[in-house]
């Protein structure tokens, strides 16, 4: 494990996000059956629209929107953030959903990483981090943002610590090399340049970030990075799903770099505590792709197979813990924007989209058992946020 200490005092991810757009401010949204009280809202979207349901799984908003569209949480449990292009759009998925006419701006908005109450916000087009109080997000009005820029615009991301310090990827345009620390005032505490192709972020237990390389991964912890190395001399991570009480950061792992397609077969295991970095093997022939891993309720992993199953993993020694059938065997997509299965975990449960059959489904983690299907959605569901 290599370390790298902090340097002086200084002045001030493998897939390129595709351009998106969506419906003007004013367009009319078609609402059905809204309930009177707020509970687990479901935003997904489909090609032509972007739905919200509710915790019964029935649509209870349809927004017309156009093109690729990404939703990610804003971090508030209430608020979901849609990509547009003017940046970020803020949606309301609460008794009446909406989409606000709150707007952070970006320049090709990209990743929207939540830690605490803190949301950052990475424009791919210019390298500026937006920062922001996620609890202040309330109507039209955007909360009070601070606004970091990057060395050089690249695709990119951040994450906000609960000290204020800023960790934000080192690249540009055509490359990405590492991480740098910013505190408060956005003077620089550390750096690495040791994470070729940065992609991937989460903070694991004690506060700790981790972000993916194509090597290994690279820890910030103490106000210094260290870097983990992967098992193999080319060991991509690419994305990580993390919790507060777990030290192990999950993420997929390819140790192929010159395997085509999206599918992948194994998983990525990054003890930060103990500055180890294991892998495990998915069931013989079953592959899944950066939208199928989770953390499940006891902070094992959740990866939704190809078969259609869901595999929870041990998170900490890569043992296969159970399989649970939730929809027919599907195939990897041609392209990573096209639609395919998709999972996300809230709490006990897993919501799972079909684009077979064009529903999602909830199953219980601590049964297998599906509790709740939706009726045929309007379009095929595609990219999905749980709030």
């Known amino acids: ?38 509970g687990t809202r479901i935003t997904l979207t489909y090609d032509g629209g972007l739905l919200v349901l509710d915790e019964d799984l029935r649509v209870v908003s349809d927004d017309p ?23 970020f759009r803020v949606l309301d998925t609460a008794a009446d959903p909406a989409l606000t006419d709150a707007v952070f701006p970006a320049d090709t908005g990209g ?3 939540v830690h605490g109450d803190r949301t950052a916000l990475f424009a791919d087009g210019t390298g500026d981090v937006t920062t922001f109080d996620n609890t202040d997000l309330d109507g039209d009005e955007l909360p009070e943002t601070t606004t970091t820029k990057s060395e050089a615009a690249h695709h990119g991301v951040a994450i906000e610590l609960e000290d204020g310090t800023l960790l934000t990827t080192i690249g540009t345009e055509e490359s990405r090399s590492g991480v740098r ?44 990075f260290e870097k983990i190395d992967a098992p193999t001399e080319y060991g991509r991570t690419g994305n990580l799903f993390t919790t507060e009480t777990s030290p192990v950061a999950v993420g997929d792992y390819n140790d192929d ?9 194994q998983i990525a295991l990054v003890d930060a505590e103990a500055g180890e970095y294991t892998v495990a093997d998915m069931p013989d022939g079953v592959g899944f792709t950066f939208r199928d891993l989770a953390r499940g309720p ?24 159970d399989s649970f059938p939730v929809i027919d065997a599907w195939e990897g997509p041609t392209e990573w924007q096209d639609a395919h299965p998709a999972l996300k975990v809230a709490g006990d449960v897993a919501y799972v989209t079909d684009t077979a059959d064009q529903r999602i489904h909830a199953v219980d983690l601590t049964t297998g058992k599906v509790i709740a299907s939706s009726d045929e959605l309007p379009g095929v569901p595609n990219e999905i946020a749980v709030a």
């Open 257 to 265: 770099e010159d395997s085509e397609g999206y599918l992948l077969h």
């Open 111 to 113: 990743h929207a990483v």
């Open 181 to 224: 620390a910013l505190d408060a005032d956005g003077a620089e505490l550390a750096r690495s340049e040791e994470c070729p192709n940065v992609h991937g972020e989460g903070a694991v237990e004690g506060e700790v970030a981790v972000f993916g390389c194509t090597d290994g991964a690279l820890v910030y912890q103490d106000g210094a």
């Open 298 to 321: 006891g902070d094992e992993a959740v990866v939704l197979g190809s078969d259609g199953s869901l595999h929870t993993f041990d998170e900490t020694t890569g043992e296969q813990l």
């Open 1 to 38: 494990m290599k370390k790298i200490l902090p340097v002086g005092l200084v002045g001030a991810v493998a897939m390129a996000l595709a351009g998106c757009s969506t419906s003007p401010a004013d367009a009319e949204a078609t609402r059905t059956s809204t309930p009177s009280a707020d």
């Open 65 to 87: 929107i156009d093109g690729f569209t990404r939703v990610n949480p804003a971090g508030d449990g209430r608020h979901v953030l849609v990509t547009v292009p003017e940046g």
